[in-house]
């Protein structure tokens, strides 16, 4: 099982080619400068891993079939026998009923009465020993299959993590290091917790062993030194995994410089394993997630100088693309505004008669290089729309017309009465975003161009309010109607709030009237910016950044009186680290139920109240015997770890796939 190269993410071509090949040529650069990718070892040496542990994790799979197939047939056997059973019980009861009196028959009775017995005490428990013999194989391969598989996630994470210096622009290889040591950050604690459980095991016998009675007195002082030296070792692993563990966003949080001094130091550290011949997993993967985290513990001005080693000088191209994919369209018209105004200064810098022949030479480069900049920015809502219009087209949902326009269901406008179309119309932009929500709600509409950048958008009257939540939420504007006009329908308020935040940053609530009356005055008091519409059905549509989400959260509860949640032993759970974590949900008479048993039990937990979404949570060496019996636990062995996982496995295969392996 090869690990593929990472292909190339960009699906629009370069303004000009030779940038393309420019970006290419620093690619390649970043390759030669990381000495692991350039000595051709470690990457083979992945490979080779990974086809090891997908094959072991293969085999274990079949195996984990082959016992599921015989729970079935023997669950089909005491079913038969059962049934057999039953048969010969009705049979004694006709027989006892009608002629048991006569001497004949109370031999088949009692021939009866024993072979019935035979099959209730002898035949179906045997038979069921051999089910739990098989499910307690399944519980063992199951815990197996997932340690290998924490090997396995660890050996794509680190694979993804080197192929992801070689990309030549800065925002991509960022975005690929930070997920892929993110993955690497969670492999490389699963494995660490895998090694510590196997330990924890292992004291258990030794302690089992030490307390046994027969167990003398010289075999104690033996045992005594092994429970040490298991007992240093679970505390070393510990501390590993504590130091090292991470939130999922930790990458994804960081900085552009912390990112880029990560992936220096993280490279250097793998070349001179690499190069001292340390090529064992564990080491490697531990190596380079303690190297990249080292970058916690720099100072700012450190920071920035190792990340200027590795970043690479891209053009302002490369800043332009990541307005146009990233921005919102606010950020779009200030770039272009900036620009054309930047153009008109350059412009007059160019045609001066007083400035040296360098200075008018380098004028006429920039001027040049800012005017393709502008193309650019001027082709991003060309772009959206022809994308959004081939999707339509190939689905056979819109047409062409001879006048270089387009149509989009046109069937249904023409099907639809005249004095029941309402039309809207907009710019081609914005008629992509709302046609978008349009078909999302399933509200039906035609649309077609009407002139230069466009568009007028039809439908049904009856459609209308729907039409007006799609193109409040989607462009910031409603429908100019009579009735939207009307004092109490479709109120706006702080409209221009809306529009001025980006389509990610937009955090909004529909709540009743004068639920939202309470809400806004608190966000008044708060001085928290925000905007609203009023709507037909007495409910308000309230929007505010993410950024106020929080507050606007903590508002809504007072004003709902939703009761405060209770927790208990928070600082057990924050201490916790999230793979040693096992939280079971519950409602809330049974967690405070549950905490009480397990305070009497002494099993250290933390709990939280909070109606029909209060937990309860242990860590994962407590959780048998917090919540489950042993019969219980075979029971689920068979039904979620057992049957269940093929499935599973098959989907975690084409997850794996997607991370680089095939």
């Known amino acids: 099982m090869p690990v593929q190269e990472n292909e190339d993410k960009r699906t629009t071509e370069q303004p000009v080619a030779d940038e393309e ?11 030669d400068k990381f000495g692991v990718q350039k000595s051709g070892k470690l990457l083979p040496f992945l490979n080779a891993k990974a086809e090891h542990h997908q094959s072991r994790i293969d085999s274990i799979i079949e195996k984990i079939a082959n ?11 005491i079913e038969a026998l059962s049934a057999k059973a039953d048969r010969l019980e ?8 009608t002629i048991g009196n006569l001497p004949g028959i109370s031999i088949i009775i009692d021939k009866n009465e024993k072979r019935i017995q035979a099959i209730r005490e002898e035949k179906i428990p045997k038979r069921q020993k051999k089910i739990d013999r098989n499910q307690e194989k399944i519980f063992a391969l199951n815990k197996k299959r997932n340690r290998i598989t924490h090997k396995l996630n660890r050996v794509v994470a680190l694979n993804d993590t080197i192929k992801s210096f070689s990309i030549g622009f800065n925002k991509e290889r960022r975005e690929v290091f930070a997920d892929a040591m993110t993955r690497l950050n969670t492999a490389t604690v699963d494995c660490l917790s895998d090694k510590k459980a196997i ?6 016998a030794i302690l089992d062993t030490y307390n046994d009675p027969a167990t003398s007195t010289v075999d104690k002082l033996k045992l005594g030194e092994q429970l040490k030296n298991v007992s240093e070792r679970i505390s070393a692993l510990e501390n590993k995994i504590m130091k090292i563990a991470r939130p999922e966003t930790h990458y994804s949080e960081q900085s552009n410089e912390q990112l880029d001094a990560s992936m220096k130091m993280t490279g250097d550290k793998l070349d001179q394993m690499v190069q001292d011949g340390t090529m064992d997993m564990p080491t490697l993967a531990e190596g380079a997630v303690q190297t990249a985290q080292e970058v916690e513990t720099l100072d700012k001005s450190k920071v920035s100088e190792i990340a200027n080693q590795f970043h690479i000088v891209e053009d302002d191209y490369n800043m332009i693309d990541g ?20 153009i008109k200064n350059m412009e007059s810098l160019a045609e001066s008669p007083f400035n040296s022949e360098e200075v008018h030479a380098a004028a006429v480069d920039e001027l040049s290089k800012m005017r393709k900049q502008l193309e650019l920015l001027d082709s991003a809502d060309e772009i959206e729309v022809e994308s959004w219009l081939s999707e339509m087209l190939d689905k056979g949902d819109a047409v062409l017309t001879d006048d270089g326009g387009f149509k989009i269901n046109p069937d ?10 309402h039309v809207e119309t907009m710019t081609e932009i914005q008629a992509v975003e709302v046609m978008s929500a349009l078909a999302t709600a399933g509200v039906q509409f035609s649309a077609a161009t009407k002139g230069e950048n466009k568009v007028g958008i039809t439908v049904s009257k009856a459609d209308v309010p729907a039409l007006n939540d799609v193109m409040y939420a989607a462009i910031g504007k409603i429908t100019r109607t009579d009735t939207a006009k009307e004092k109490d329908n479709y109120q706006m308020i702080n409209p221009e709030y809306y529009a001025s935040l980006g389509k990610e940053d937009k955090h909004t609530r529909v709540e009743p009237i004068d639920t939202a009356r309470k809400i806004v005055a608190e966000l008044q008091k708060k001085n928290i910016p925000y905007s609203a519409v009023v709507r037909k059905n007495d409910t308000v549509a309230v929007t505010v950044s993410k950024a106020n989400a929080k507050i606007y959260k903590q508002i809504e509860s007072a004003v709902k009186g939703e009761r405060a949640v209770e927790f208990v032993n928070p600082a057990f759970f924050k201490e916790l680290p999230k793979q040693e974590r096992f939280t079971r949900r519950m409602n809330e008479e049974q967690a405070r139920k549950k905490s009480a048993e397990l305070t009497a039990k002494g099993v250290e937990h933390s709990a939280v109240f909070g109606g029909e979404k209060s937990a309860v949570t242990v860590a994962k060496k407590d959780s048998q015997r917090a919540f489950f019996s042993r019969g219980k636990m075979q029971r689920d062995a068979q039904r979620i770890s057992g049957r269940g996982q093929q499935q599973k496995s098959q989907q975690t295969t084409k997850k794996r796939n997607n991370q680089g392996l095939e």
């Open 67 to 77: 016992q599921t197939d015989k729970i079935d047939r023997n669950e089909a056997k």
């Open 323 to 342: 307005i146009i994919n990233n921005g919102s369209k606010e950020d779009i018209d200030k770039a272009r505004a900036e620009l054309r105004e930047g």
């Open 199 to 204: 330990l924890e095991t292992k004291k258990q």
């Open 412 to 421: 249904y406008y023409k099907g639809l009465p005249r004095n029941d179309r």
């Open 21 to 31: 090949e420019i970006r290419r040529k620093q690619s390649q650069e970043q390759q």
């Open 90 to 97: 009705d049979t004694n009861r006709m027989l006892k009923a």
